[in-house]
């Protein structure tokens, strides 16, 4: 890995004249209080490797005669010098390759030169990063996407059943309603077949009032003729044989009569006045049933559901689980990046850097190094436990803090590291470092 050997700065932005030998393996810490020229040394590597990208706005030092002058030496040997007005680049490699802003591109990674790009990206921006650099970022989006539609889906379904749930309780039920709709047609149907078997009965007995009445008329008529018996003997013999078929028509009549019995229609009237409401009932208690059936349908699909999520959930815990992450306890859920199971925002600042740091090394290995700014947010207990972090792993980090404690590798005051005296202005030759 690639890291900074010692460094030279001169009328960049605050600083006047410094030189630096950063530690190769764990923290160096710039200090000094603010407005004195701490992240002006960071901002000087960064345009040194970067590019002009980073090139500062004002890059001379305000009151200086002389343009900005760096001078980087890193560990493969490469000396880089930057200088003039222009800030021209000078790319010295011992092994005699030719190559200027390309060549460092080779083993300088960006995020290494900025990393609050990094720690300042949004949550999707840093998972993105995490997920392509282990190589299962496309199958992971492709598993959230499929994750993230079937919840949509589930939760659609488990609003509306519950919604149905609620709209069947709120419904009435009669259980003393029929099954099925009544028709009022086939009531009226009934009573009329009642009706006209009831004026069946009622011709029947005005039958036997017909012949009641025209029996008594023969009665009378055969006293009438018995009376002229002598005159009317032949007549009367007719007449006592119709006599005696009527009496025999009578009787019979009578025995019939007596038989017949009228059905009453109160009840089918009944029930033709309350069809409405009888068939209301019917079809609240339909309602209901078709309520809770579609309640029941919906529950039912949104088990099958959870248990599709569940299986996805599965699968991306094994793509996860397989991948090789930069840092134990690195994953990514919900499409954000998460550590020992916080979220970004639960992360402390001292893990936030590890973790930012260890992207930065996955993502280039042969840069060893990064620059970070402000670590004032570390307690000291924190800074040393993260400076023994990076010493394990081999990594080198040039980082400022306000301070002026013993933690600091450097302090600078006024432009230039503390204790020493002040810069002389040096002869400038263009085109010379």
């Not at 991948?323 to 600042?349: F, H, M, N, Q």
Request: glycine share 8%; charged share 30%.
């Amino acid at each position: 890995m690639v890291k900074i050997n010692r460094l030279e700065i001169e009328n960049t932005k605050r600083i006047k004249a410094l030189a630096l030998t950063p530690t190769e393996n764990g923290l160096t810490v710039i200090g000094g209080k603010n407005r004195q020229g701490k992240t002006s040394v960071l901002d000087a590597i960064a345009w040194a490797l970067g590019g002009d990208r980073y090139r500062p706005e004002a890059a001379q030092r305000d009151g200086s005669v002389l343009p900005p002058k760096l001078s980087v030496t890193l560990s493969n040997g490469l000396t880089v010098e930057r200088g003039g007005k222009n800030g021209s680049l000078k790319v010295t490699d011992p092994s005699g390759r030719k190559g200027g802003q390309q060549l460092l591109n080779e083993f300088v990674e960006q995020l290494a030169l900025d990393l609050p790009k990094f720690l300042s990206a949004n949550d999707r921006e840093k998972s993105d990063t995490l997920l392509q650099i282990v190589g299962v970022g496309d199958a992971l989006y492709h598993l959230d996407q499929q994750k993230q539609e079937l919840y949509n889906k589930r939760h659609a379904l488990g609003q509306i059943a519950d919604q149905k749930e609620k709209y069947a309780k709120e419904l009435p039920a009669y259980p003393d309603a029929p099954d099925a709709l009544v028709s009022a047609a086939e009531l009226i149907r009934q009573q009329q077949d009642i009706l006209a078997r009831n004026g069946e009965n009622q011709r029947a007995r005005q039958r036997v009032r017909e012949l009641e009445g025209h029996t008594a008329t023969l009665g009378e008529r055969v006293e009438g003729l018995e009376r002229e018996l002598s005159r009317l003997q032949t007549a009367l013999e007719e007449r006592r044989g119709e006599h005696t078929a009527a009496l025999a028509e009578l009787h019979a009549a009578q025995q019939a009569a007596e038989d017949l019995h009228d059905e009453p229609t109160a009840a089918l009237e009944q029930q033709i006045e309350q069809i409405d409401e009888t068939n209301r009932r019917v079809r609240a208690n339909l309602d209901k049933e078709k309520a809770e059936e579609d309640a029941r349908s919906l529950r039912e699909e949104y088990d099958r559901m959870t248990v599709e999520i569940e299986n996805l959930r599965a699968r991306r815990r094994a793509l996860l689980d397989g991948a090789d992450l930069p840092l134990p306890g690195l994953s990514v859920e919900d499409g954000a990046l998460t550590y020992e199971g916080k979220r970004w925002s639960d992360i402390s600042g001292a893990d936030q850097l590890r973790i930012a740091t260890a992207i930065v090394r996955r993502i280039k290995p042969a840069c060893g190094f990064v620059l970070l700014d402000k670590l004032e947010q570390m307690d000291l207990d924190t800074l040393r436990g993260f400076a023994a972090w990076l010493e394990q792993e081999g990594l080198q980090a040039i980082a400022t803090r306000v301070s002026t404690g013993e933690e600091c590798s450097v302090i600078i005051e006024d432009g230039q590291a503390a204790g020493q005296p002040p810069a002389e202005p040096k002869a400038w030759k263009a085109g010379t470092f």
